[in-house]
């Protein structure tokens, strides 16, 4: 199934489009279209079957969403790890609104490693406080779970070495590095098999 979510400038709008929509029509069609207006840009999710009905809270809360940023949600079934790549201009609220569908899709997955990739944002413009913030709250996943954030870029690579050491109690696990190659090398992949389960394309 894939439900194509698109975003609309005003925050009531796309709430009522997507509930009213989705809880009525989720089950029926193989392909959902939301469209309440033609849009450069919309957020894909393929969510496995178990998984409609918590993206159907996670659709509610997504607003508006900033277009100079894309991202993607990706996972290996073989290797059970998971991959969120940002990729544009990462601001504070496009963050945020990415990281509440990613969160809503990892319920249920049964992972062992995951990477937040930074290579190809252009600029990193999420703030300390949020970082704080969000190294703070309990993670979705086992604390445990061995954690790669990808940050070839100073600043970013800054921002999220505050992250770490924030979160150093509740993600003990989790390291920054600059190369995919060299979160790979940690996690014990060589030959990724990644298949798309969210995507702002």
Same mark, same amino acid.
């Given at each position: ?9 005003? +925050? @009531? ?12 029509? @989720? ?5 959902? =279209? ?7 840009? &919309? ?7 178990? #998984? ?7 659709? &509610? ?5 900033? #277009? ?10 073989? #290797? ?12 504070? $609220? ?13 319920? +249920? ?5 995951? =990477?937040?990739?930074?290579?190809? @944002? ?10 704080? #913030? ?32 924030? &979160? ?14 060299? $979160?790979?090398?940690?996690?014990? =992949?060589? &030959? ?10």
């Amino acid at each position: 199934m894939t439900l194509e979510l698109c975003v609309v400038p005003n +925050g @009531a709008s796309l709430r009522e489009s997507v509930l009213g929509n989705l809880f009525n029509l @989720a089950h029926t069609y193989e392909r959902l =279209i939301l469209t309440p207006e033609r849009r450069k840009r &919309s957020v894909v999710l393929r969510p496995e079957p178990t #998984q409609v009905l918590v993206l159907a809270g996670v659709a &509610s809360s997504i607003l508006v969403y900033n #277009q100079q940023m894309g991202f993607s949600f990706e996972v290996d079934d073989e #290797q059970k790890t998971a991959r969120w790549s940002l990729t544009g201009e990462v601001t504070d $609220a496009s963050f945020r609104e990415s990281l509440r569908i990613v969160n809503g899709i990892l319920v +249920g997955l049964d992972l062992r490693g995951g =990477i937040i990739d930074f290579t190809g @944002a252009t600029s990193f413009g999420v703030s300390e406080d949020s970082l704080t #913030q969000l190294a703070r709250t309990n993670p979705v996943l086992p604390r445990e779970m061995l954690r790669l954030i990808v940050a070839p870029e100073d600043h970013a690579f800054r921002m999220s070495r505050t992250f770490v050491e924030v &979160s150093e109690v509740a993600r003990p696990n989790i390291f920054v590095v600059r190369s995919i190659d060299a $979160a790979n090398h940690m996690l014990g =992949i060589r &030959s990724p098999q990644y298949r798309v389960l969210a995507s702002s394309d």
